[in-house]
């Protein structure tokens, strides 16, 4: 009897054996899946971010037009580097500048705190450049903990020979 219960003793250890190499198969095979996944969504992303490049070349392009077209050649170059200086010393950032169909014509987005925001879009409306804003959108939003907004501006400049004395 002792040979049957050797052979019992060696089935329940092959038994045993098996059972624990199935559970870390399934486990790999549930790690392998979640990875999958993880670069399927990766994947989707760069297809989107590769979908939107046409688009983003032609606004650059419509951009790159509308500051070589611009009266006297510099009239949108001259408004974004002011704006700029005038976003920089107000603590908002310029995350978005967008040509629009028309050559004189851009979307600008601003970010940053309420009343700086504020402060920058009504130093805008005073550069040496002509321009008439329109906020088109004022969407709060918050980065690191603190309340922030996100405006868009349509931006028209005017024509240069309007410019304003500073």
Excluded: H, W
Aim: with cysteine.
């Amino acid at each position: 009897m002792s040979g049957e219960r050797a052979a019992a003793f060696a089935a329940v250890v092959v038994l045993a054996a098996c059972i624990t190499g199935y559970g870390a198969s399934e486990r790999r095979i549930g790690e392998l899946g979640a990875a999958n996944e993880a670069a399927a969504s990766a994947l989707a992303a760069d297809a989107a971010a590769l979908a939107a490049r046409p688009a983003l070349l032609a606004s650059a392009t419509r951009l790159r037009a509308a500051l070589v077209s611009a009266p006297r050649g510099g009239g949108a170059a001259a408004f974004l580097r002011d704006a700029a200086r005038a976003a920089g010393a107000r603590r908002t950032t310029i995350a978005l500048i967008a040509a629009a169909t028309k050559p004189s014509t851009f979307t600008l987005g601003l970010e940053g705190r309420y009343a700086d925001v504020l402060a920058t879009i009504r130093s805008l409306s005073r550069l040496q450049v002509p321009a008439a804003l329109t906020v088109s959108a004022l969407t709060r939003t918050s980065a690191a903990g603190s309340a922030t907004v996100a405006a868009t501006l349509q931006v028209e400049l005017g024509p240069q020979d309007a410019t304003r004395p500073r």
